[in-house]
């Protein structure tokens, strides 16, 4: 039986990484397109529509299912003393604080305040793939 719902919850967390990446991914792209339209143009007001949605119902909500379920599926298989595991939550972390970025961005968008060139957000796009090229690697070779 415990195998069973721990496979449950593997799936949830690997269903979960994959919605947050979708989003850590996306949302830089739409922000170097926003970066392009004026201020309060229909142009801009849909990107503010897109990005805010994307933030709040899958960038999130797949953020802390993706912490809940990582979480669960570290203890249930006794990972902590697993040295690639911390380097795998580092990069979680890394991803963690990113995302609370992009969402202070969607907010600096509303709000038609923005500061950030097409050139950071560019950069920005690249940083969540790193990171997730490192969790994969943690997590299928355990390297050590």
Not at 14 to 24: F, G, K
């Amino acid at each position: 039986m415990f195998d069973d719902l721990a496979l449950w919850i593997k799936s949830l967390h690997i269903i979960s990484v994959i919605a947050w990446m979708a989003a850590l991914l996306y949302l830089p792209r739409l922000f170097i397109y926003h970066c392009e339209a004026e201020a309060g143009s229909d142009k801009s007001e849909t990107f503010k529509v897109m990005e805010r949605r994307l933030i709040k119902a899958i960038g999130t909500p797949s953020m802390l299912a993706t912490w809940i379920f990582g979480i669960w599926v570290a203890s249930s298989y006794g990972y902590w003393g697993e040295p690639w595991l911390w380097v795998k939550l580092a990069c979680v972390l890394a991803m963690t604080v990113i995302h609370f970025r992009y969402a202070g961005d969607v907010k600096a968008f509303a709000e038609d305040r923005n500061e950030r060139s097409q050139k950071h957000y560019r950069i920005m796009n690249e940083v969540p793939a790193v990171l997730m090229i490192v969790v994969v690697i943690m997590v299928v070779v355990k390297p050590f």
